[in-house]
């Protein structure tokens, strides 16, 4: 049996693709202005490289933000849902999952890939990949390279600020009063791990954490968790295809 | 789906002849009493022969009316009455027409916003507020807000020029219990499965409960009874789901629409627009002010510390009504009820009950993303 799973999330759109629950490919790409465009697109390219018809697909499931608008999918699931599925695929024994996307962050309980509890970031980027990619703007770092550049760091600098747009004219002061560009990094790095280590906590992680979502990418995240955690998180081989993923197998059945 | 209930074009209709009603009331004399909240005793009232009128706020529009001098981070309920207050006293068209019905606000001290906000009131319109002790359950705060509520009633005897003599204070009680137990039957009805009556249904009553004289709210819920007791009920498999937490006042369905959109069914509201409205009676063989004082601070408010008994309270419903999961409804800004969730948390917990927390406010920024934390936990209690 044939099924794809499609995450339309805010800031990337992700497809993947199983053949009796075994991944066969998957694309991740940009969200343009239309969520269903952008999916449609993704889901042609992925079908092509992995030389299946799209007629012998049997099911598509949707989730993220955009999942209402995936016009072709059969059903739509949660993200929280598709996380907790795609995460138990990959690593059965974990019990919980921190997710940190371009527009939210999420902690998520799981039994045996059941979600048995959750919890979401409020309504604001702080401690989202959004306020990462604009603070890395203010420090004039590709936001690829923040998580490295941080790594380097051996005095990380305070920033206070978790609004958005206050820790960029924080970054900016900081700047002219010349702190290295790599403990700025750190400081970021820190001030976000804080925001999200509040969360799990509050949801009672201990260990078996898996770190999902494209923020997982970012190494010195990881660290910043990790040595908050005391433990070593599970980070997929590819971070933000859990959803989709999860989609695909919950399309399975 | 089946069509809707019929008895709720009753509740429609009456706004309209609740107004003419009202206005000719006052006409005749008749005093016409605000109030915001469930602690006045609507008994003590009608005794003094004054009719009674809820302006508690759910319209958003009149919230940035309010914040020309309210501070915006306090909740949407106290700004959006202020808001309604403020513009109909000075001559804008935003609010309905109940501001121009009253004669005077009775207020309660409650909750530190609207307690503060209360003392900007009289500017606008006479305000009484009557106190309440909030640490319940002890004689000293029967005593006191017995107190309390005599006092009251010596105002209202001046405001009106009628005596409330303790004959009339009886029947009233009577007649308000009469209520009560309308209001149980039709809560009772929802603990089937699937129910006859959906929560974004109920709430459309619940909210006029405060609007409409007790004889037309009665009338309506006897109506609605009896329709639902013949009603097939609708062919909803969606989980069983318990609202807890702030009111919904009229204007405010915000939360309820999503959740039933969602697909689950929501089988009560623990709230001052549900149960907290009407779940506890008035002792009728007691002494009345005495039992009115221990009645109405049975109310658990989240004002009230420590609040066990609504811990327990909510516990009891869950149970009670089968629920699979509770959605605790917070106000933004409302720190009582934002505090005490961690408690009820808890409590249900150990039932094995899952909760989910949802903080908004009046507008439309956050449906979206309501819906997405909606959407996972039906899914997750499924």
Same mark, same amino acid.
């Given at each position: 049996m044939i099924t794809a799973g499609i995450d339309a999330g805010a800031a990337t759109t992700k497809a993947v693709l199983m053949r009796d629950r075994e991944i066969v490919g998957y694309r991740i790409s940009g969200t343009a202005f239309d969520f269903l465009t952008s999916a449609e697109k993704i889901y042609d390219e992925l079908l092509l490289a992995s030389d299946i018809d799209r007629n012998d697909v049997e099911k598509v499931y949707a989730t993220g933000y955009g999942r209402n608008s995936i016009s072709f999918a059969d059903r739509g699931i949660s993200e929280i849902t598709a996380h907790a599925k795609g995460v138990y695929f990959l690593f059965p024994e974990v019990r919980g999952i921190i997710d940190v996307g371009g527009q939210d962050s999420k902690i998520i309980v799981v039994a045996d890939g059941n979600v048995t509890d959750f919890l979401m970031n409020d309504k604001c980027a702080a401690g989202t990949g959004k306020f990462l990619e604009y603070t890395a703007k203010a420090l004039e770092v590709p936001i690829d390279d923040l998580g490295t550049l941080a790594l380097a760091s051996s005095h990380p600098a305070g920033i206070?600020?978790?609004?958005?747009?206050?820790?960029?004219?924080?970054?900016?002061?900081?700047? !002219?009063?010349?702190?290295?560009?790599?403990?700025?990094?750190?400081?970021?790095?820190?001030?976000?791990?804080k925001r999200?280590?509040?969360? !799990?906590?509050?949801?009672?992680?201990?260990?078996?954490?898996?770190?999902?979502?494209g923020v997982a990418k970012n190494a010195g995240m990881k660290v910043a968790f990790e040595k908050e955690l005391g433990v070593t998180l599970f980070v997929p081989f590819e971070p933000q295809i859990t959803g989709a993923l999860g989609a695909a197998i919950s399309a399975h059945g | 789906?089946?069509?809707?209930?019929?008895?709720?074009?009753?509740?429609?209709?009456?706004?309209?002849?609740?107004?003419?009603?009202?206005?000719?009331?006052r006409a005749r004399g008749t005093k016409i009493i605000a109030t915001f909240c469930l602690f006045v005793p609507d008994e003590i009232i009608f005794a003094a022969g004054a009719g009674? /009128?809820?302006?508690?706020?759910?319209?958003?529009?009149?919230?940035?009316?309010?914040?020309?001098?309210?501070?915006?981070?306090?909740?949407?309920?106290?700004k959006s009455s202020f808001g309604a207050v403020v513009d109909a006293c000075c001559g804008g068209n935003l609010s309905c027409a109940h501001v121009q019905l009253v004669d005077v606000v009775v207020a309660e001290a409650t909750c530190d916003g609207k307690k503060k906000m209360y003392e900007l009131l009289p500017e606008y319109l006479p305000t009484y507020v009557l106190d309440l002790p909030q640490k319940p359950g002890s004689p000293e705060a029967i005593t006191y807000f017995l107190s309390e509520l005599r006092k009251f009633g010596k105002y209202l005897e001046d405001l009106t020029g009628n005596a409330i003599n303790e004959e009339q204070l009886k029947k009233e009680i009577n007649s308000s219990n009469e209520?009560?137990?309308? /209001?149980?039957?039709?809560?009772?009805?929802?603990?089937?499965?699937?129910?006859?009556?959906?929560?974004?249904?109920?709430?459309?009553?619940?909210?006029k409960q405060f609007f409409l004289s007790p004889d037309q709210f009665r009338e309506g819920i006897r109506q609605l009874?009896?329709?639902?007791?013949?009603?097939?009920?609708?062919?909803?498999?969606?989980?069983?789901?318990?609202?807890?937490?702030?009111?919904?006042?009229?204007?405010n369905t915000k939360i309820s629409d999503i959740v039933e959109?969602?697909?689950?069914?929501?089988?009560v509201e623990e709230s001052c627009t549900g149960t907290r409205s009407f779940w506890d009676l008035v002792e009728e063989d007691k002494e009345p002010w005495t039992a009115l004082a221990e009645r109405y601070l049975r109310i658990p408010c989240a004002c009230m510390t420590p609040n066990d008994q609504r811990i327990s309270h909510i516990v009891d419903l869950a149970r009670r009504y089968h629920v699979d999961g509770v959605v605790y409804y917070t106000l933004q800004f409302c720190h009582g009820y934002n505090i005490e969730r961690i408690r009820v948390q808890k409590a249900l917990k150990k039932e094995k009950i899952p909760l989910l927390a949802i903080e908004s406010d009046y507008g439309d920024s956050d449906v979206e993303?309501?819906?997405?934390?909606?959407?996972?936990? /039906?899914?997750?209690?499924?």
């Open positions: 206070t600020s978790m609004c958005t747009v206050f820790a960029e004219s924080e970054v900016i002061s900081l700047r !002219a009063r010349g702190i290295a560009k790599e403990d700025i990094a750190a400081g970021l790095i820190a001030g976000v791990a999200i280590m509040v969360m !799990a906590k509050r949801m009672a992680l201990t260990d078996h954490i898996a770190f999902v979502g | 789906m089946q069509p809707p209930l019929k008895s709720l074009d009753y509740f429609q209709k009456s706004y309209d002849i609740r107004v003419g009603q009202l206005k000719e009331k009674r /009128l809820v302006l508690c706020g759910g319209r958003t529009d009149t919230i940035a009316r309010a914040e020309q001098s309210l501070p915006r981070n306090i909740c949407p309920l106290i209520t009560r137990r309308l /209001l149980h039957r039709l809560f009772d009805m929802r603990r089937c499965d699937p129910p006859p009556i959906t929560g974004s249904e109920v709430l459309q009553v619940m909210q009874c009896e329709e639902m007791e013949h009603r097939i009920p609708p062919a909803r498999s969606g989980p069983r789901i318990m609202i807890s937490g702030c009111p919904m006042s009229a204007g959109k969602k697909g689950a069914v929501i089988v993303q309501i819906g997405i934390r909606i959407d996972a936990f /039906l899914e997750m209690v499924s």
